[in-house]
T-cell receptor, first 115, second 112 residues
Framework: AQSVTQLGSHVSVSEGALVLLRCNYSSSVPPYLFWYVQYPNQGLQLLLK????ATLVKGINGFEAEFKKSETSFHLTKPSAHMSDAAEYFCAVSDQAGNNRKLIWGLGTSLAVNP | GAGVSQSPSNKVTEKGKDVELRCDPI?????LYWYRQSLGQGLEFLIY????????KSGLPSDRFSAERTGGSVSTLTIQRTQQEDSAVYLC??????????FGPGTRLTVL
C-alpha cells in the first residue's frame, strides 16, 4: 500500500523568503511522485513530477523537488516566494509498475505569502 | 482550449436523491479517473477507466456509487440515495495511456 504524509497543513512565509513544503511517502514498489498546486477556485495543476530519471526535478514557476529514497522524501522548494504562490499544494504518489496510475494524495499544505 | 470539462460546476441536492456528474476528457485521452476531495479526507481515488479494459472500481466508497464511460470518452459518475457525507468536490482527470493526468475544475456537490 502507498501513503503520503505532508508535514504542516499551513505554512506561512514572507515574500522573497525560501519556500519549503515537506512530503514523505511510503511505498512497497518504486514510486512516481508528484506535486500539484490548486489556486483558489481553480483546478489542480501539475507543478512537477519524479519518474525515476533525475532525482532533482525542476517544475514550473521556479519550484523544484528532490527525491531522496533513503529518507522517503520529496520536499518541494522555491528559493524566493512570490505573492502569487499563495495556494494549496498537494503531494501524491503512484505506482511505476502496472497499468493504473491512480494517485494517492497527501492532505495538502496551504501556503500563505506575506508582504 | 480543449481541457477536461465537468458539469455541473455546482450541485445541491436533498438527502436520498440520485445525482449524476459528468466528465468530458481531453480528446484522444485513453485513461479517465474520478477523485473526491472532501474536508478531513483530502483527495481520494474513486474509479479508473483505461481504454476497453475493465474499470478499477476499488476506490468507490459504497455500492451507491457507480460510473460508466461511454464510447471511450464521456464519463458519468452516479450517486444513488445521496447522504450528507457524500458532500465533496468530485474531480475528473484524463491522461493519454499512463502519462500525466490533467484535471477538470470539479463539481461541488452539497447534500442537504
Amino acid at each position: 500500500a502507498q501513503s503520503v504524509t505532508q508535514l504542516g497543513s499551513h505554512v506561512s512565509v514572507s515574500e522573497g523568503a525560501l519556500v519549503l513544503l515537506r512530503c514523505n511517502y511510503s511505498s512497497s514498489v518504486p514510486p512516481y511522485l508528484f506535486w500539484y498546486v490548486q489556486y483558489p477556485n481553480q483546478g489542480l495543476q501539475l507543478l512537477l513530477k519524479y519518474t525515476s530519471a533525475a532525482t532533482l526535478v525542476k517544475g514550473i514557476n521556479g519550484f523544484e523537488a528532490e527525491f531522496k529514497k533513503s529518507e522517503t522524501s520529496f520536499h518541494l522548494t522555491k528559493p524566493s516566494a512570490h505573492m502569487s504562490d499563495a495556494a494549496e499544494y498537494f503531494c501524491a504518489v503512484s505506482d511505476q509498475a502496472g497499468n493504473n496510475r491512480k494517485l494517492i494524495w497527501g492532505l495538502g499544505t496551504s501556503l500563505a505569502v506575506n508582504p | 482550449g480543449a481541457g477536461v470539462s465537468q458539469s455541473p460546476s455546482n450541485k445541491v441536492t436533498e438527502k436520498g436523491k440520485d445525482v449524476e456528474l459528468r466528465c468530458d476528457p481531453i480528446s484522444g485521452h485513453t485513461a479517465l479517473y474520478w477523485y473526491r476531495q472532501s474536508l478531513g479526507q483530502g483527495l481520494e481515488f474513486l474509479i479508473y477507466f483505461q481504454g476497453n479494459s475493465a474499470p478499477d472500481k476499488s476506490g468507490l466508497p459504497s455500492d451507491r456509487f457507480s460510473a460508466e464511460r461511454t464510447g471511450g470518452s464521456v464519463s458519468t459518475l452516479t450517486i444513488q440515495r445521496t447522504q450528507q457525507e457524500d458532500s465533496a468536490v468530485y474531480l475528473c482527470a484524463s491522461s493519454f495511456l499512463l502519462s500525466e493526468q490533467f484535471f477538470g475544475p470539479g463539481t461541488r456537490l452539497t447534500v442537504l
